[in-house]
Structure formats: structure tokens, C-alpha cells
């Protein structure tokens, strides 16, 4: 059944919004200063799928969505080719389970990936193709990003993605 909430109550839920990081999230100190800046609460933790997700209140949104953040092109273009069977498990996983992600790459747009403007060796016609097909075999979002930018669209994404539930279920 879906409850209908004021808007006064819906804001005070999603006050209560929780981001959680992944205790093998290596470098995330642009992230924690923004929701330490905002006052968002976040817990670090391990997690099975993903380096970001969120709680509100004692519900988990850890089966229904997932954030996972790469630095740059070069760490991503790392995880299509020498860290691609574990990379590709983690995205089978949540498809299996029905969880929604979105892949974040910072310091990369779209002219970088066509330019083949990044250190590794893996050509970008190869890069566009990883990136255009698991959009499609995973029904992933990718979005790429400048890093001081990330943690808005992170907080965004998980906020959004609760309302949602909240309203519709």
C-alpha cells in the first residue's frame, strides 16, 4: 500500500536520509567534506554492491540502489580490462538482485573518452564500446563528472531515488 505524505512530512523523512560508503572506498575526503558542509548523515561500512547507497531511518536502500564511483578514466579503463571478471561480477550481481546503478566517473566527460585523452592503453573506440554496451547489458547510468561535483550528484541520486520509494513504493 502506498502512503500518502504531506510535503511537510515527506521532507522530514527524507531528513533522515543516511549515505552509506563502502569500507573499501579508498579516497573520499571531496565526498565527506560535502556531507559533513550539509549536514548529511553517512555511516562507512561494508557493502556488497557498490561504493555508495543509503539508509533512511532503519530501511536499507541497499538492494534497490547503488553508486559506484571511479576517480578517472584510466581506473575505469583498469576495470574493463585487468579487473574486468570481478568489475563485470559486481554489475551481474546487481542485476540478479534488481538493484539500480549508476556508475560515476570523475575528471572524464565524453570528448575525453572519443579523444583518448587518458594514460592507458586501451584504445577508446574499446573504452566507447565498454561504456555503450554495459549502459545496455547492466541498465546502468554513467555519468561523468568533475570530482567536486560528484558528491552533490551522489547525494542527489540517493535522495531522489528515496523520495521515489517513499511516494510509489
Partial sequence: MIKRWSDKDLAEE????????????????????????????????KLETGDYTAMLGDMTLENDVAIERKANLDEICGNFTRERERFEREFLRAKAHGIKMFLIVEDASWKKVFLGDYRSQLPSKS???????????????????????????????????????????
Fill in 14 to 45: 527524507l531528513e533522515k536520509l543516511t549515505v552509506i560508503i563502502d569500507s573499501n572506498e579508498k579516497v573520499y575526503n571531496h565526498i565527506e567534506g560535502y556531507l559533513k558542509k550539509n549536514k548529511v548523515k553517512y555511516k562507512v561500512r
Fill in 127 to 169: 573504452l566507447v564500446a565498454a561504456f555503450l554496451s554495459w549502459q545496455v547489458r547492466f541498465n546502468i547510468t554513467i555519468i561523468f563528472c568533475e570530482p567536486e561535483e560528484t558528491p552533490k550528484i551522489m547525494h542527489g541520486i540517493l535522495h531522489y531515488y528515496a523520495r521515489e520509494k517513499l511516494l510509489y513504493g
